[in-house]
Each structure stands twice: as structure tokens, then as C-alpha cells.
């Protein structure tokens, strides 16, 4: 069983996950996928099965399946069966602004996330700050971690699928020449949504890339999945805050410009100029606070539209691949290209098959340690 924000998406990590397993092992599992949309709105295959969260369907596969993968909290209301295996992916890598716990002023919230990690027994990592800041110091969770990147990472070692993903979006949206992404992180919690202060000015962002590249520009708007705020971008924007895949953005992406979002790790992985657009930075470190000091994050700090305009103009695309470099050994990054590999992998070992599928099975685990 499948879960990706609570029901709201099919995609991120279980997502790769899941298109894995389905092209190695097909005839040997049954997927479910947590889902609060559509069977056609899913884009999953007939044979899935779609689950509503909290509906009588969701919560009879959520105690019978063997396996569970989660990208944000598994749901603790339904007791954990005997032999079953929870698996958390999540969905960001880094280790940037507070989260779970060490952010939370709610004991209900605290409660909640502590709970929710006493049924995981398996917890991914993208890189050792990331294990020390977010699962450890945000959650307090002490189980088993898994050091290998995290699986919608991998398409960043592939050229190949680099260039279909970015090929794939400018078809997508009509696009010629220069791609900016604007990607700002969800400010409040989960009762309350925030508005952005100081919206980034997207018609003068637009001139400043126009004038460094001489070429056309279009900038992408990604604002956070929980953000329902309706934001008016004029001028050269796209909202892209439906398109289904966050990395296919990154792989189109010229230049990646967000603020305390973690899309700052997986485009470090790309090596491309990332710009941190922060104008409420005092505030946000007194309210929330971070994990690892901003100065040694893998963008360059704007902390209004001058400076940030300034940054176009002036920033080196050596020095940005050299600041990602820097920042990925510092973390201690797990990333290599193999993480989808390695998370199936675990997952075989704790499911169950007849003596005949184990054997394929373990024919297919085989082949996967030898490559």
C-alpha cells in the first residue's frame, strides 16, 4: 500500500517505488494505493487498487496489507498488524528549516509525530545531516535508517532521463529558450497557511534573465501542495503547482530559485544556480529556525528583489556548481543513483510469496546486488 501525503498525490518517492516493483514483480504483488481522487485522475493501471483515506476500503488494505510506504507520517489511528512492515520514504532531503517536532509549539502536534514514528520501522535518508537533523533531532525517531538517497533522486544521475523529463515539460507548457523555477516552501502549519510576504516581483525577475541570456525566458510558479492561497503571478509566468512530478521541473529548470524549501537538495544534485529568495530570513529563524546555518546552504542568499536581481546579473556557473558540490559532501549525501534499487530491495526482503516467487524473487534481488 501506497500513501503520498496523505492521500492527496500519486507520485514523489512511493511513486518510483511503486513504478519499480510494478516492472520487476507485477504478477507477484498486490498495489494499493492511498488516494482521495479518481481512478482516472491517478493515472494507475485498472489493476490498482484505489483507496479513499479513511474510508471503510482505505482502513481494511491499510491493516491487511504486508507492506506500507509512506511519504509524510503514517497514519498511527490504525494499529500497526503483526508482520507488518512501514516504510518511510518521505519527501524532501537536506537538512534546512526545523520540522516535526523541533518546529512544532503544539504538544498534540508532538504527540502526534511521536506516535506516528513509533509504527515505522524503516526510515530513507538522503545524507547524514539529513538523518541527524530531520529524522533524529525533528522526530525523534531511534528505528532503523536506510543510507541510500531517496528514489525520485535518481533521475538526476541518468543524462538520459534528464533530458526526456526537461524535453517533456517544455513540450508540455509550449516553452522556448530560458527556464526559471520559483519554488517557496509552506509558511504556517498545518491549521493555518501563511501568505508569502514580499511575492517575488516576477516581471522584473523576467528582465533580469532576459537581459544576462539574451534569449526568451519563462518562469515556472511551484507553490507548496498545502498552500491554497490564490496568488496573482503577471507577466511571463506558468502556475505549475498541478504538474504531477516536482523533479521533471527541476530537470527543466535553467535556474532554481526558492527560499527554505528542500528542492534545494535535489537541484544541488544537478549542479545548476540555485538563488534563495529570503526577505523575511530574521523572522522565519526566531519563529521556526534551522537545522544547518543558511550561509552554508547550496543557493546564494537574496534577501530582497536588489539583491536577488544582483545575483542574476552577477553569479558564476562555476561557483554555483562548486557551491552544490560543497554543500552535498558536507551533508554527508547517501545519493547515488541506486536508491529505488536499494528501498525494493528492503521491501522484498519483508514480503511474503509462495517457495516458487520467493525463488524469482530472489533471482531478481540477485541481479540487482550484482548491478
Not at 483515506?53 to 504486508?66: A, I, M, N, P
Not at 497557511?193 to 532576459?210: F, G, K, Q, T
Not at 544576462?212 to 492561497?229: P, S
Not at 556557473?317 to 528501498?343: D, F, Q, W
Request: glycine share 6%.
Amino acid at each position: 500500500m501506497f500513501s503520498v501525503f496523505f492521500g492527496e498525490k500519486v507520485t514523489c518517492n512511493p511513486k518510483c517505488v511503486y513504478d519499480y516493483l510494478r516492472e520487476n514483480c507485477q504478477d507477484k504483488i498486490k498495489f494499493v494505493w492511498a488516494y482521495n481522487g479518481t481512478k482516472e485522475s491517478s493515472g494507475l493501471e485498472n489493476d490498482v487498487v484505489i483507496a479513499k483515506e479513511f474510508s471503510l476500503k482505505w482502513f481494511y488494505y491499510r491493516v491487511t496489507s504486508q507492506i506500507i510506504v509512506d511519504n509524510c507520517n503514517p497514519t498511527y489511528s490504525v494499529p500497526r498488524r503483526k508482520g507488518q512492515f512501514v516504510l518511510q520514504t518521505w519527501h524532501a532531503g537536506g537538512a534546512y528549516k526545523k520540522v516535526g517536532i523541533a518546529a512544532s509549539q503544539y504538544k498534540i502536534e508532538q504527540d502526534t509525530m511521536a506516535k506516528a514514528m513509533e509504527v515505522t520501522d524503516l526510515f530513507v535518508s538522503s545524507s547524514q545531516g539529513f538523518t541527524n537533523g530531520n529524522i533524529i533531532s525533528g522526530y525523534h525517531y531511534s528505528g532503523e535508517v536506510l543510507n541510500c538517497g531517496m528514489p525520485r533522486n535518481d533521475i538526476f544521475f541518468d543524462p538520459q532521463r534528464i533530458e526526456s523529463a526537461a524535453n517533456k515539460v517544455k513540450n508540455h507548457y509550449g516553452i522556448k529558450g530560458r527556464v526559471v523555477l520559483y519554488a517557496p516552501t509552506f509558511r504556517g502549519n498545518l491549521h493555518h497557511a501563511e501568505m508569502i510576504d514580499d511575492v517575488l516581483d516576477i516581471s522584473e525577475l523576467y528582465e533580469r534573465v532576459r537581459d544576462r541570456y539574451d534569449d526568451d525566458v519563462t518562469i515556472l510558479v511551484r507553490c507548496h501542495h498545502w498552500d491554497k492561497h490564490k496568488y496573482k503571478f503577471e507577466g511571463n509566468a506558468i502556475d505549475v503547482a498541478d504538474y504531477p512530478e516536482m523533479q521533471e521541473l527541476l530537470c527543466a529548470s535553467d535556474i532554481l530559485i526558492t527560499d527554505y524549501s528542500s528542492s534545494m537538495w535535489d537541484y544541488a544534485l544537478l549542479g545548476r544556480p540555485c538563488l534563495l529568495y529570503v526577505p523575511d530570513v530574521d523572522d522565519y529563524i526566531s519563529n521556526r529556525g534551522f537545522f544547518t546555518p543558511i550561509e552554508q546552504w547550496p543557493g546564494i542568499v537574496c534577501k530582497d528583489m536588489h539583491e536577488l536581481c544582483e545575483a542574476v546579473e552577477k553569479f558564476s556557473e562555476n561557483e554555483c556548481v562548486e557551491i552544490a558540490r560543497r554543500h552535498l559532501k558536507t551533508m554527508g549525501s547517501y545519493e547515488t543513483g541506486h536508491a529505488t534499487e536499494i528501498v525494493c530491495g528492503k521491501i522484498l526482503e519483508h514480503t511474503e510469496f509462495s517457495d516458487q516467487d520467493r525463488n524469482c524473487v530472489m533471482r531478481f534481488c540477485i541481479c540487482q546486488e550484482r548491478r
